[in-house]
């Protein structure tokens, strides 16, 4: 089966899933964005806004913007080589953090994405993301840019953490070292692992 196929199905299990609370509250499902066939790497977010949940688009309202930004500074296309989901599908009210029972609920339809799209590099945006892969203590600051080998599913695989643009909406410098300017290193470090 193609990946557009069984990820379709997947959609389709997804849609009426009830498994967690979020499922009460939300208006879509905000299952994925980007082209299964040609993305090389997979960007997770935390979870859905109001924009995604009306959507049901993942990253389409301001820090998606600015997502966007970064994105063609460094080259990267995001319609052809990213394929973007959340750590889980539906709206957390009031956008609070998912908890680990919700991101529980969702693991399933998340590990599925993976091993379908089998992408070269995964890319953990935000200390959520990198949370539900890695050490919960650790701080996002503390290791973004790096290389993780990490199993994932039954593989291992390379996985690099970077700041989520919701945090990058509040630094506006580009000097060395700011958030902004480690943000366009960390990005310009994948596009070459994906090239
Ligand atoms: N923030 C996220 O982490 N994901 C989205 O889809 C939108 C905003």
Known sequence: MKKKEELENLKQECQGCMKCELGKTRNNIVFSDGNPETAKAILIGEAPGENEDK???PFVGRAGKLLNEFLEKTGIIREKDLYI????KCRPPKNRVPSDDEKAACEKYLLKQIEII???VMIFCGATALKSFYDKKIQISKIRGEVLELEIGSKKRKCIPIFHPSYLLRYHSLEEGSPRNLMLKDLNK????ID
């Open 118 to 120: 089998n992408p070269k």
């Open 55 to 57: 959507t049901g688009t």
């Open 190 to 193: 994948i596009k070459n692992l």
């Open 85 to 88: 989901i959340n750590t889980v």
